[in-house]
């Protein structure tokens, strides 16, 4: 089973988080690399889980002219 992956830990500097082992910093079994992987609070602040989850809204399409309606009518 999976850990449950921390949001804020209180000292992230601690742990390598390439993988579910949580492996502290100075003794890596899982092999991931010679250096530890940093926890995403470390890279990119506090607010890191809350990034990409606003809602996009949808851009209203510009009305097409009258006159470019009759002309693709006119062609059909």
Not at 6 to 23: F, I, S, T
Not at 40 to 69: H, K
Request: aromatic share 8%; glycine share 6%; charged share 30%.
């Amino acid at each position: 089973m999976v850990k449950k992956f921390p949001h804020n830990p209180a000292h992230p500097e601690r742990n390598c988080w390439g993988c579910d082992k949580y492996c502290p910093a100075d003794d890596m079994r899982c092999g991931n690399g010679s250096d530890r992987t940093q926890h995403p609070v470390e890279i990119f602040g506090e607010d890191w889980d809350t990034w990409g989850l606003d809602p996009v809204a949808p851009q209203a399409a510009e009305p097409v002219p009258r006159a470019a309606i009759r002309i693709a009518l006119a062609r059909d």
